[in-house]
């Protein structure tokens, strides 16, 4: 056997030891025009498992303003947006996200996961301190971990945690970062009380709107413009409920700025292609509108109706939303039932270890406002029926 193929033998050990552990993951094939109906490997069936809430990512509007602009601007940037990729596109999308979040600048990055990476290792260093919820998303954990600030984890949802670390906090900056809407576990932040508690502490409050730009807010602004917050750092997802691509931060003008100056993960990649910034302004213009509010209107039924049907599953929740775990606890076990139920005509993934914590592995359900009663009712059946 040649030195190579000994050493591929270590991947396979690796690969091997995922499997017994059921972790193992591999890409299902989606075909299609992504919408309430799904193709997964081969399979039609209602899609309960993506993030497109208002079902932007199929919307004809979104669509022509997304080929209109690849005419006028071509497919791609070319270079960074400090050197030649800085289109009109990008400059049009980041002022109307501003206005739209009430906040005095914002800027777009390619993903959510560049976007929080980037705000944290520009904002802050080994004189700062970061307090972060302990379900937060993987983006933000590994910005704290690559800001070189010192983290303190704070109990999920838990105000007098983070107080009490607070009270005895000595640094320049401070930080409370945590998402609006989980997203393995669909609960929302105590946006108030964190807010009233960064004011009492002079620290920088830090949103993440992910999962709650679109679908919370009298215009689709989030969480924290529903519940009258005004986080002094506001990210947000363009890919999730405004079904294209990409993320934003809004704020001051200086702290977006300086962003724009030491975020190495905006610097140093090739910038957004201006017809997804275009389609991102389309989906925003949309969901802003009436036309949006009638969605998220349509979405809340959907949400009531799922968790009414499966209470059995979930017990009541205090508030209920459009992501809905179903706690298994096993990883094969959460798979094997993932699988029976996309047998039957409906997709709704397993989550395991590492994006949950070890022996909480669920099913995440995610509606949209464009499922009938009858894709949801058909959801709690077979549901019922392979999981409880």
Known sequence: MSARSEKSLEWVDELLAIGRAGLLRSMPVVDGMPGRMI?????????????????????????????????????????????AGNTEAHRELEEYIAVWKGAEKAVVFGSGYQANMGIL????????????????????IDGCRLSRAKTRIYQHLDV???????????YRRIFVVTESVFSMDGDFAPLVELGKLCEEFG????????????????????????????PEIQMGTLGKA??????????????????????????????????????????????????GCQLRQKLNDNVLLLNKLIR?????????????????????????????CLKKGVFVQGIRYPSVPEGSARLRLTLMSSHTPDDIRKAANILLEEAG
């Open 242 to 291: 405004l079904g294209v691509a990409g993320a934003y931060v809004a704020g001051s003008e200086p702290l977006v700025k300086l962003i724009i100056n030491k975020a190495r993960s905006f610097i140093y990649t090739t910038a957004q292609p201006p017809p997804i910034l275009s389609a991102a302004m389309e989906a925003i213009r949309i969901v802003a509108s009436d036309k």
């Open 39 to 83: 193709r997964v490997n081969g399979v039609d069936a209602i899609n309960f498992s993506g993030n497109n809430y208002l079902d932007m990512a199929g919307n004809k509007s979104v669509m022509a303003a997304m080929s209109e602009a690849a005419l006028k601007y071509g497919n791609g940037a070319t270079a960074s947006r400090l050197i």
């Open 121 to 140: 290792t520009a904002l802050t260093n080994d004189e700062d301190l970061i307090l972060s919820d302990e379900l937060n998303h993987a983006s933000i």
């Open 160 to 170: 007098d945690a983070a107080k009490k670390i607070l009270e005895k906090a000595k």
């Open 312 to 340: 059995p599953l979930v017990g009541t929740l205090a508030a209920p939303s459009h992501i809905v775990p179903i706690h298994i606890g096993d990883s094969m076990d959460t798979m094997r039932i993932s699988q029976s």
């Open 203 to 230: 620290a920088f409050l830090m949103v993440d709107e992910a999962h709650g730009a679109g679908v919370k807010g009298p215009e689709g602004q989030g969480l924290a413009a529903e519940l009258n917050v005004c």
